[in-house]
């Protein structure tokens, strides 16, 4: 099978699944190897970019979806009526950065960094979903661990936890120490003075 072939059909299986789908569900269909596979994905995200197409093809983790160009994505709302994505407060942007750079970590510690009590921002972006519960830490009373999710890793177009922690900004907060962390704000009201966010692609 020839990689024009398997981008083909890599393309008509992420096409009609209409939402992501595993790596390994398109290597039991074309019993091609993990290397070929990566090869076509590669080849046809590449394709995609190239000729300016309204599609992109984006990878979360182990799956493969396409999804809109983020620069049409008013239109897309337009045409289908949907609702624009909310924007992100600023202090929800603060409790992503910390959780996004040291995750898994638990709510005191978010509050220590910030020098506030974030509990309003933390169920809030647990409701959105772009963070998650990760178990809880063995120490007395057990407190929840929190990590960003797939849907976080979508909406700001990173692959993974890893290509994550390759943010310059990211990495310069996991490397420095926590007491030297600056006290991001002196209130977390949880009011939503909204910060612009980047437009989302639309699965």
């Known amino acids: ?28 269909a074309t019993e091609c190897t993990q290397a070929q596979l990566e090869e076509a994905l590669e080849a046809l995200k590449t394709r995609y970019a190239l000729q ?26 337009r045409a289908l009526e949907m609702t624009k994505a909310p924007s992100l407060s600023l202090p929800s942007l603060e409790v992503l950065a910390i959780v996004a750079a040291n995750q898994p970590v638990t ?3 978010i509050d220590q960094v910030r020098g506030v009590d974030s509990a309003y921002t933390v169920s809030s972006l647990v409701e959105k979903g772009f963070i998650e519960e990760a178990g809880r830490l063995d120490v007395p009373g ?3 661990l929190y990590q960003t999710s797939a ?9 993974d936890v890893e290509e ?11 490397a420095m ?6 006290v991001l704000d ?18």
């Open 1 to 28: 099978m020839t990689t024009q072939e398997l981008m083909s059909i890599a393309e008509a299986i992420v096409f009609t699944a209409g939402e992501p789908v595993k790596r390994e569900r398109i290597l039991l």
């Open 52 to 77: 300016n197409s309204g599609i992109r093809l984006s990878f979360v983790g182990d799956t493969v979806a396409m999804c809109s160009a983020a620069e049409y994505a008013d239109y897309v709302r």
């Open 107 to 109: 709510r005191a510690y």
């Open 142 to 144: 057990r407190p929840i």
């Open 151 to 159: 849907e976080f890793l979508r909406v700001f177009h990173v692959r």
């Open 164 to 174: 994550l922690l390759e943010i310059p900004e990211i990495a310069a907060l996991r």
């Open 177 to 182: 120490p926590q007491e030297d962390a600056p």
């Open 186 to 203: 002196k209130q977390d009201s949880g009011q939503d003075n909204e910060v612009s966010a980047a437009d989302v692609p639309v699965l």
